[in-house]
């Protein structure tokens, strides 16, 4: 299965919300991307990890890979590492839109993998790597909107709500 999703800011979801809601939206966008192999020349890359609290944390990038590197890279980057040590690839693909390559994502999951009925409790990371210039609201904007294909039993209120700490947490990125 090949599906990696968001990470940004740290945000502490309200227990009354479902804590997979923003995750499962984030993989839903990448599960619905060309797999690729990995592609590491993006400028723009974030990491963020949920711990099994539901509490997405961001980490600072890592650094870039040299153009010269041509074998996958198999290990976690190091902030990625310091969250959750056992991490494994678990899938990467990239997001296209028009045509045109808008990041690459991958998702780490810990030993026990990362199964959608406990992703509430069970600690990922995912890291994007963005290809071009985006506002954090867009981004928002997108996740919202990818949210709501989801179809979750969730309110009106709920989804404005969460469309309003995505806006707050997402940060503006550079390609």
Known sequence: MRHPAFRHRSCGWPPTAPAHALALAGVLAVANAHAVGPSRDSPASSTATASPAGAIQAAPAAPE?????????????????????????AGEGALHWLGLRIYDARLWVGPRGLDPEHIGTDAF???????????????????????????????????????????????????
């Open 125 to 175: 990371a995912l890291e994007i790597s963005y290809a071009r210039s985006l506002s954090g609201a867009a981004i928002a904007e997108r996740s919202a909107a990818e949210i709501a294909r989801l179809d979750l039993a969730a309110t009106e209120a709920q989804r404005i709500g969460w469309l309003e700490r995505m806006g707050a947490i997402f940060p503006d990125v550079r390609a």
């Open 65 to 89: 890979a040299s153009a010269a590197t041509t074998a996958p890279r198999t290990a976690a980057p190091a902030p990625i590492r310091a969250t959750l040590p056992s991490a494994r690839l």
